[in-house]
């Protein structure tokens, strides 16, 4: 497949799976397109038929890319790891490749989901003890993870897909108003990796479809 046509990601600037691929594309120094799918307005522009066929699970991010229409951030990542030259995201080593899926699973598959869009809309008024229950309950778990797995980031002194993960996660938890500072290996962590420019320049403050009342 053509892959000198560059990646379209659709996405949204707030949406922590979409900053995982924005950051995984950062890392590896691919340019590639937006195209905003707004979770909001029009009632969820992810729910439209339009977009049902890009993504049949209705969420962002989708990645057109090489000729296949690629939902699901990690399975993303790791395409991307595997055709793209530039930076790993995955260590060479098995356990500590194993690591950080177990990381970046417990993250994506234990605290993320339930703190989903479509999940908050049923639960109503009680969304956000809800939200912050299952990050503290999932955080809880991290931290101990992250202790024995972490150097200078979450697995080791290599940045891997685990930092790609944890940082849009703990800003979830700070829209949630979540003590992260009870977290101290999660803080760290998160304050390390914010210092570098392919997660500074993908944070959702700065995307095209950033609004302009909450870009910095
Ligand atoms: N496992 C998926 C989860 C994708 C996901 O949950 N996306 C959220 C935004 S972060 C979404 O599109 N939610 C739409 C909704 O709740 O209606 C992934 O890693 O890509």
Redo the contacts with the bound molecule.
């Keep these: 497949m053509d892959s000198q046509t560059k990646p379209v990601l659709h996405g949204?600037f707030?949406?922590?799976?979409?900053?995982?691929?924005r950051i995984a594309f950062a890392l590896k120094g691919i340019e590639y397109d937006q195209v905003p799918?707004n979770?909001i307005k029009d009632g969820?522009q992810?729910?439209t038929g339009q977009y049902k066929e890009i993504?049949p699970?209705?969420?962002?991010?989708?990645v057109i890319i090489d000729g296949i229409t690629l939902?699901?951030?990690?399975?993303?990542i790791q395409y991307i790891e595997e055709t793209r030259p530039g930076r790993r995201l995955l260590p060479t080593d098995p356990k500590k490749r194993a690591q950080v899926r177990m990381i970046s699973d417990v993250i994506?598959?234990g605290i993320?989901?339930v703190q989903?869009?479509?999940?908050?809309?049923k639960i109503g008024a009680e969304k956000v003890p809800w939200a912050q229950h299952f990050i503290i309950r999932g955080f809880e778990a991290l931290e101990p993870l992250l202790k024995q797995t972490a150097g200078k980031y979450c697995v080791g002194d290599e940045i891997s897909m685990a930092d790609i993960c944890l940082v849009?996660q703990v800003y979830n938890a700070e829209r949630f108003k979540v003590d992260v500072s009870q977290f101290p290996t999660i803080k760290r962590l998160n304050q390390t990796l914010m210092e570098i420019e392919a997660f500074k320049g993908s944070h959702p403050s700065c995307q095209p479809d950033t609004p302009f009342d909450l870009r910095s």
Aim: a positive charge; aromatic letters at 8%; charged letters at 5%.
């Design positions: 949204y707030r949406s922590s799976c979409s900053w995982r691929v799918v979770l969820g992810q729910l993504n699970m209705q969420q962002v991010p989708a939902s699901q951030s990690l399975a993303i994506a598959s993320q989901p989903n869009l479509y999940v908050l809309q849009p």
